[in-house]
T-cell receptor, first 113, second 111 residues
């Protein structure tokens, strides 16, 4: 298995809703990442997990809450989002060794109404 | 991490080699050069990376100048499916595990 699987592919949520994005990989990667991508912009790093521990939080608002239950799963819990949070949310994973490339999922297209 | 400079866009002819330039004049000795691409509405895809030597894989070749201040990604026979935004990224082999994307180069392969 050489894929990163993200669910759901599309999500529409209201500003008062609570939802979760899920990401799964079975490549034995011990580093996992969340990126946010607005239209016509490059992906922006949000969080980095290393060996199931949060190692980087790029000053992301607390309405985004990441969770890494085990080495294969990464969640992003969403609560009280704003319309400007609408974006493509990408998950990626990699080996811990820095010289390896990242494997990205296809993303979750989130719309906040 | 050092910054990179790429043209914002370029066109390439189908069936011809596509040469994508990248300048990284402030690269330091332990920083790798990575190339990713992102086809519309998909996640980024890793293409190739290198440190000092030229590299080749089934997707592309990476040519790094001797002073390491610039590199060229070569797609040997461009197809319409190679139309994508191509990102050149330099990243340290030590320190924090952060891969930062610049603006990229929108490459359009023309029939």
């Amino acid at each position: 298995d050489t894929e990163v699987t993200q669910t759901p592919k599309h999500l529409v949520m209201g500003m008062t809703n609570k939802k979760s994005l899920k990401c799964e990989q079975h490549m034995g990667h011990r580093a996992m990442y969340w990126y946010k991508q607005k239209a016509k912009k490059p992906p922006e790093l949000m969080f980095v997990y290393s060996y199931e521990k949060l190692s980087i939080n790029e000053s992301v608002p607390s309405r985004f809450s990441p969770e890494c239950p085990n080495s294969s799963l990464l969640n992003l819990h969403l609560h009280a989002l704003q319309p400007e949070d609408s974006a493509l949310y990408l998950c990626a994973s990699s080996h811990q060794a820095k010289e390896h490339g990242y494997t990205f999922g296809s993303g979750t297209r989130l719309t906040v109404v | 991490d050092a910054k990179t400079t790429q043209p914002p866009s370029m066109d390439c002819a189908e069936g011809r080699a596509a040469n994508l330039p990248c300048n990284h004049s402030t690269i330091s000795g332990n920083e790798y050069v990575y190339w990713y691409r992102q086809i519309h509405s998909q996640g980024p895809q890793y293409i190739i990376h290198g440190l000092k030597n030229n590299e080749t894989n089934e997707m592309a070749s990476l040519i790094i100048t001797e002073d390491r201040k610039s590199s060229t990604l070569i797609l040997p026979h461009a197809t319409l499916r190679d139309t994508a935004v191509y990102y050149c990224i330099v990243r340290a082999s030590y320190g924090n595990n952060r891969l930062a994307f610049g603006k990229g180069n929108q490459v359009v392969v023309i029939p």
